[in-house]
């Protein structure tokens, strides 16, 4: 079965750090972009970060400097690091892929909640 589940999430004060993981069936992983979304209380889902297959990656201005994703292509696994966070990182963050040829591929979401 075609899936992305996370894990990761969790309670931080701010400051702190998290690294998220989203496990791939290998069809929906290999040789395609992956992406960290996330949907705060009230906002719009927001695009935090991707990273193509061979590597590049691209942040949203709101998490450069602070997060960093990656991928294990071995493991059809990628990760989002999170360090400095802060309370308006708060959200639930999902996992996504796009489907060939068209739709998407989403987890089930794992909250991110940082006090300050």
């Known amino acids: 079965q075609d899936q992305l589940v996370e894990s990761g999430g969790g309670l931080v004060q701010a400051g702190g750090s998290l690294r998220l993981s989203c496990a791939a069936s290998s069809n929906i992983f290999i040789n395609k972009q992956m992406d960290w979304y996330r949907r705060a209380p009230g906002k719009q889902r927001e695009l935090v970060a991707s990273i193509s297959s061979g590597g590049r990656t691209n942040y949203a201005d709101s998490v450069k400097g602070r997060f960093t994703i990656s991928r294990d292509n071995a493991k059809n696994t990628v990760y989002l690091q999170m360090s400095s966070l802060r309370p308006e990182d708060t959200a639930v963050y999902y996992c996504?892929?796009?489907?060939?040829?068209?739709?998407?591929?989403w987890g089930q979401g794992t909250q991110v909640t940082v006090s300050s």
């Open positions: 996504h892929a796009d489907k060939i040829p068209w739709g998407h591929y």
